[in-house]
């Protein structure tokens, strides 16, 4: 499929998209009108579901891969072209993300995609990561999270890309960045987006020790934003989502672009020798045998 193509090519698919717009300018794509009615639509894709009130301007976005929203190239891929088309339609002014499936937001990346795969299939799965990150960190869009589960590394990371977090109060759900429990290291642009927001101390703190946080714990060093009780995660997002889009865009936007643009900038200058690192690490024997064990673990706690 030309558009998976596009995603997991160099060039990626805002170039796919730019290439079948007809014009750009202020630094924007202008897309064509038959492409701007198709993403006026509500959109079902089999792994994300998207509903976009044209009244509000704001899209909701559920998460729907059984059982876990684990991040599969394959989710990955749907993920980044329904984001994607939501930013550049002009009258998609905000985004909330929230899961479908019971009790988890998101389980991280998906660990098969990490264990025993060939070096060409690991690097294609870290470009389609980098991706997600690029174009949730950058997004124009007001972005929310509505944390209605357990997000750990991957899915933490997804969050912590949002402007706002609000997360269910329930203290069954954790969230963090445990790489370090699966004896893996999260890179440096996971680490720069925890500490750009609970700063350099905890981020340390919780990086080495791969912490996951209760939600109240995750609330006191400010990992997510607000806790409400579960029933109430999606409407405290939308009332939310008005407040934020009450500030002029204009202003609101530069204003995340001053704070975020360093952090991009690093990863967009090291694209590819993040992607060869990330390759090289994660082919060694050591870590593919501590990838199996903890799927392992996985697997006896569920038993
Ligand atoms: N990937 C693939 N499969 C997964 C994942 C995952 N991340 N998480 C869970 N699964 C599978 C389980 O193995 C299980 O499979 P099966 O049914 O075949 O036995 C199934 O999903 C259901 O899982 P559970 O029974 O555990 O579901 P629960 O509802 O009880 O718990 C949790 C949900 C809390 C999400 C739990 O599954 C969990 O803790 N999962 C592991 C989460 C995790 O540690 N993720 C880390 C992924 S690594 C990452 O995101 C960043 C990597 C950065 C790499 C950097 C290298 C340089």
């Known amino acids: 499929m030309a558009l998976r193509a596009a995603v997991r090519s160099k060039c990626g698919l805002s170039a796919f998209l730019s290439q079948r717009s007809s014009c750009s300018s202020h630094g924007r794509v202008c897309v064509s009108p038959v492409l701007i009615a198709q993403q006026r639509n509500n959109s079902t894709s089999s792994k994300i579901k998207v ?8 899209a909701v976005m559920r998460l729907q891969s059984p059982p876990v929203n684990s991040l599969s190239l394959d989710f990955l891929t749907e993920f980044c072209i329904a ?5 550049l339609d002009k009258s998609c002014r905000g985004l909330i993300i929230t899961s479908s499936q019971p009790r988890v937001f998101s389980a991280g990346l998906d660990i098969m995609e990490m264990y025993q795969k060939s070096p060409e299939s690991c690097a294609e799965f870290w470009r389609a990561v980098q991706e997600m990150w690029l174009k949730l960190y950058s997004s124009s869009m007001v972005v929310i999270a509505a944390i209605n589960g357990s997000s750990p590394a991957g899915g933490c990371l ?18 963090g960045l445990n790489e370090t429990q699966l004896g893996i290291v999260a890179p440096f642009w996971f680490k720069d987006t925890m500490a750009n927001t609970v700063g350099h101390r905890n981020t340390e703190m919780a990086l080495e020790l791969g912490l996951l946080y209760t939600p109240s ?8 934003d607000q806790l ?3 029933d109430q995660v999606l409407t405290t997002a939308t009332q939310t989502m008005t407040k934020w889009l009450a500030i002029p865009a204009h202003a609101r936007q530069i204003t995340k672009s001053m704070m975020r643009k360093p952090t991009i900038d690093k990863l967009t200058s090291n694209r590819e020798a993040d992607i ?20 392992e673990m996985l697997k006896k706690r569920k038993g």
């Open 83 to 87: 984001t994607e088309k939501l930013e």
């Open 276 to 295: 060869q690192n990330f390759v090289t690490f994660i082919t060694k024997d050591s870590i593919q045998k501590s990838i199996g064990m903890y799927l």
């Open 158 to 175: 997804m969050s912590l890309t949002c402007d706002y977090r609000i997360m269910a109060d329930n203290p069954r759900y954790s969230i």
């Open 51 to 58: 509903d976009f009130d044209q009244s509000t301007g704001v």
């Open 217 to 224: 714990e995750a609330l006191k060093i400010g990992l997510v």
């Open 228 to 230: 409400v009780p579960e």
